[in-house]
């Protein structure tokens, strides 16, 4: 039986002029497992909106042509009725958690379908097995990982029943191992209960991992691929759709390689055919990797340094390394490993119990937070989470007024700083358009925050920080959540402001990320520097890989099936290739 049926369906938000979603026909059947992936704004999310009743409970707006859900239309019927049937893991848990205990939130559902309590607490106790969680039963939901924060929210929509489960980019968030561990237990999901499962994910290479029985690629609201994985990736409709091929796909095409239908390539392990070792090992063979030079002046320096929450146990242990003028590092490591009471430490937030942090040779241990602030910038992962103003041109300022504010309330009745005053203020207009401009902000000088994307509240965010001039910038998982033709902007973006002597700190969970952009990759385990060094090195040495939960990349997987030895010298051939061609 048919579960889901678009039929030239058509949508359209009511404030907005043209149609998100047009003329979609579409058939889903009855336990098919679906990738569903295109560009932020492609459409995408809506069409899983209209599955779930999201749209138009939550989302008004205007529908021609029909949908059936298991034979209803879901837009005709209510939200409980269509939830019963469709279920959603978002890919924000915090927003989807109830329950003050692990259990009370997946038993949410059955307490509201007035479940005797005996059966109850047994479904519950087996929602939570399926998913490897029953141990946390008496646990709240906010002690968790994000990997089981992700197995408990599963384990919530499991306990409804409901035939269709719907995954909006569950991979958002979790180190490369819990991203893992979350694509296979959804597979072993599939396999079990033959369930239809939708995922919508960004990560196309981690998800094609596990088998899957299509991929629908939506670009500005229409399908334009409907099929087989191993049928798109013989294509360029990723890349024309501006989303990332898997990494040895891009190497064999890299390869001037003529693919044939013969060329199964959503199978790591098929690349062993004739023709692609060849073409690889060719294209391997005929060029040498090469070296980047960079600014040897150190802009920041980490040295010994300890801190504890909790007294004898050390959540920073005995941490040493060195940043340079204009150098992109990345710190890579699994959840809890550290990274992010790193850069607590180093923007003062949090104050070491011994060891040094210096800043172009001054100690900067004691000094204020709004003093190291004006010299190392700290962007969070959310911009919604940093701004505070309502204008551009006041949040990009704030940081610049603050000093100036603070002075002139000590001169109120002094003439000679009020000229000067008037002094400042000029600057702080040349610093706010020059940063603007930088950042590709200036048709927006006159813009509320609000009216901006998500992509320019990012950069008004790093704006508000360069507007101080830092020597060095922090940015926490800059990549998150955002395509790959955003990420691919807002890399270069980084690559210009490095261009300034600006030093780059990206603490991030995406090795593409650090392969790509990154010359240098620090690891953190349990606390501890595990290794500093270039990310096709460590991405080459299984006991690195394995201790920070990160993950061999399908580089090095693609030269073992095709029998290279030189496993770095063939991911650092790559990134060379690759970068070359990006230039």
Same mark, same amino acid.
């Given at each position: 039986?048919?579960?889901?049926?678009?039929?030239?369906?058509?949508?359209?938000? /009511?404030?907005?002029?043209?149609?998100?979603?047009?003329?979609?026909?579409?058939?889903?059947?009855?336990?098919?497992?679906?990738?569903?992936?295109?560009?932020?704004?492609?459409?995408?999310?809506?069409?899983?909106?209209?599955?779930?009743?999201?749209?138009?409970?939550?989302?008004?707006?205007?529908?021609?042509?029909?949908?059936?859900?298991?034979?209803?239309?879901?837009?005709?019927?209510?939200? @409980?009725?269509?939830?019963?049937?469709?279920?959603?893991?978002?890919? %924000?848990?915090?927003?989807?958690?109830?329950?003050?205990?692990?259990?009370?939130?997946?038993?949410?559902?059955?307490?509201? *379908?007035?479940?005797?309590?005996?059966?109850?607490?047994?479904?519950?106790?087996?929602?939570?097995?399926?998913?490897?969680?029953?141990?946390?039963?008496?646990?709240?939901?906010?002690?968790?990982?994000?990997?089981?924060?992700?197995?408990?929210?599963?384990?919530?929509?499991?306990?409804?029943?409901?035939?269709?489960?719907?995954?909006?980019?569950?991979?958002?968030?979790?180190?490369?191992?819990?991203?893992?561990?979350?694509?296979?237990?959804?597979?072993?999901?599939?396999?079990?209960?033959?369930?239809?499962?939708?995922?919508?994910?960004?990560?196309?290479?981690?998800?094609?991992?596990?088998?899957?029985?299509?991929?629908?690629?939506?670009?500005?609201?229409?399908?334009?691929?409907?099929?087989?994985?191993?049928?798109?990736?013989?294509?360029?409709?990723?890349?024309?759709?501006?989303?990332?091929?898997?990494?040895?796909?891009?190497?064999?095409?890299?390869?001037?390689?003529?693919?044939?239908?013969?060329?199964?390539?959503? %199978?790591?392990?098929?690349?062993?055919?004739?023709?692609?070792? *060849?073409?690889?090992?060719?294209? @391997?063979?005929?060029?040498?990797?090469?070296?980047?030079?960079?600014?040897?002046?150190?802009?920041?320096?980490? #040295?010994?340094?300890? @801190?504890?929450?909790?007294?004898?146990?050390?959540?920073?242990?005995?941490?040493?390394?060195?940043?340079?003028?204009?150098?992109?590092?990345?710190?890579?490591?699994?959840?809890?490993?550290?990274?992010?009471?790193?850069?607590?430490?180093?923007?003062?937030?949090?104050?070491?119990?011994?060891?040094?942090?210096?800043?172009?040779?001054?100690?900067?241990?004691?000094?204020?937070?709004?003093?190291?602030?004006?010299?190392?910038?700290?962007?969070?992962?959310?911009?919604?989470?940093?701004?505070?103003?309502?204008?551009?041109?006041?949040?990009?300022?704030?940081?610049?007024?603050?000093?100036?504010?603070?002075?002139?309330?000590?001169? @109120?009745?002094?003439?000679?700083?009020?000229?000067?005053?008037?002094?400042?203020?000029?600057?702080?207009?040349?610093?706010?358009?020059?940063?603007?401009?930088?950042? #590709?902000?200036?048709?927006?000088?006159?813009?509320?925050?609000?009216?901006?994307?998500?992509?320019?509240?990012?950069?008004?965010?790093?704006?508000?920080?360069?507007?101080?001039?830092? /020597?060095?910038?922090?940015?926490?998982?800059?990549?998150?959540?955002?395509?790959?033709?955003?990420?691919?902007?807002?890399?270069?973006?980084?690559? *210009?402001?490095?261009?300034?002597?600006?030093?780059?700190?990206?603490?991030?969970?995406?090795?593409?990320?650090?392969?790509?952009?990154?010359?240098?990759?620090?690891?953190?385990?349990?606390?501890?520097?595990?290794?500093?060094?270039?990310?096709?090195?460590?991405?080459?040495?299984?006991?690195?890989?394995?201790?920070?939960?990160?993950? *061999?990349?399908?580089?090095?997987?693609?030269?073992?099936?095709?029998?290279?030895?030189?496993?770095?010298?063939?991911?650092?051939?790559?990134?060379?290739?690759?970068?070359?061609?990006?230039?």
């Amino acid at each position: 039986m048919t579960k889901i049926v678009f039929q030239n369906f058509s949508f359209r938000y /009511r404030n907005l002029k043209e149609p998100t979603l047009k003329n979609i026909t579409l058939d889903i059947n009855s336990g098919e497992k679906v990738l569903i992936a295109g560009q932020s704004g492609s459409g995408k999310s809506t069409l899983m909106h209209c599955v779930n009743g999201l749209v138009p409970f939550a989302y008004d707006g205007e529908i021609s042509g029909k949908l059936f859900l298991d034979g209803i239309e879901p837009y005709e019927e209510s939200l @409980f009725k269509v939830s019963k049937i469709a279920g959603t893991i978002l890919q %924000d848990q915090d927003s989807q958690f109830i329950g003050l205990t692990v259990g009370e939130d997946v038993a949410f559902v059955l307490e509201n *379908e007035m479940t005797p309590l005996k059966e109850m607490q047994q479904k519950v106790s087996e929602c939570l097995a399926t998913v490897d969680m029953l141990d946390y039963i008496n646990h709240s939901p906010y002690e968790l990982s994000g990997g089981q924060r992700q197995r408990v929210s599963l384990a919530g929509v499991l306990s409804s029943q409901s035939e269709i489960l719907l995954f909006d980019e569950p991979l958002a968030n979790l180190d490369p191992v819990s991203g893992k561990n979350i694509i296979s237990l959804i597979d072993d999901l599939h396999k079990e209960t033959g369930k239809t499962i939708l995922i919508v994910e960004h990560r196309i290479e981690d998800v094609l991992e596990r088998s899957v029985d299509r991929v629908i690629v939506i670009d500005q609201g229409e399908i334009i691929f409907n099929g087989k994985p191993c049928e798109l990736l013989r294509t360029d409709t990723l890349k024309n759709a501006g989303l990332r091929e898997p990494l040895y796909v891009e190497a064999i095409k890299y390869s001037e390689l003529k693919l044939e239908d013969d060329h199964k390539l959503d %199978d790591i392990n098929n690349c062993d055919h004739d023709t692609i070792k *060849e073409s690889v090992t060719n294209w @391997f063979e005929d060029k040498l990797p090469t070296e980047e030079d960079f600014d040897t002046d150190k802009v920041l320096s980490v #040295k010994d340094i300890n @801190f504890s929450f909790v007294s004898n146990t050390k959540v920073i242990d005995n941490v040493s390394f060195d940043i340079r003028k204009g150098e992109i590092v990345s710190i890579l490591g699994n959840n809890g490993a550290g990274k992010s009471t790193l850069s607590n430490l180093i923007t003062g937030i949090l104050k070491p119990d011994s060891g040094e942090i210096v800043l172009d040779g001054e100690v900067i241990n004691n000094l204020s937070v709004k003093a190291i602030g004006d010299k190392i910038g700290y962007v969070m992962q959310n911009p919604n989470n940093m701004t505070v103003k309502h204008m551009l041109r006041d949040e990009v300022t704030l940081g610049l007024r603050a000093g100036l504010e603070e002075a002139d309330r000590f001169n @109120f009745l002094n003439r000679w700083w009020r000229a000067k005053s008037k002094v400042c203020e000029n600057t702080i207009e040349t610093k706010f358009i020059d940063t603007i401009k930088k950042c #590709k902000l200036y048709g927006y000088r006159n813009w509320p925050l609000s009216s901006l994307s998500y992509g320019q509240k990012r950069r008004a965010s790093i704006a508000s920080v360069l507007a101080r001039e830092p /020597r060095v910038l922090i940015l926490d998982e800059p990549t998150a959540g955002q395509d790959y033709s955003n990420y691919s902007e807002f890399m270069k973006f980084m690559n *210009e402001l490095s261009g300034y002597g600006i030093a780059i700190i990206l603490i991030t969970h995406d090795m593409h990320l650090a392969l790509e952009y990154t010359n240098r990759s620090i690891v953190m385990s349990d606390g501890k520097k595990i290794a500093d060094d270039t990310p096709a090195n460590i991405f080459s040495q299984e006991d690195i890989v394995k201790k920070a939960n990160l993950r *061999e990349t399908s580089l090095g997987k693609l030269a073992d099936v095709i029998g290279i030895e030189n496993k770095h010298g063939f991911i650092q051939h790559f990134i060379d290739f690759d970068r070359e061609r990006k230039r």
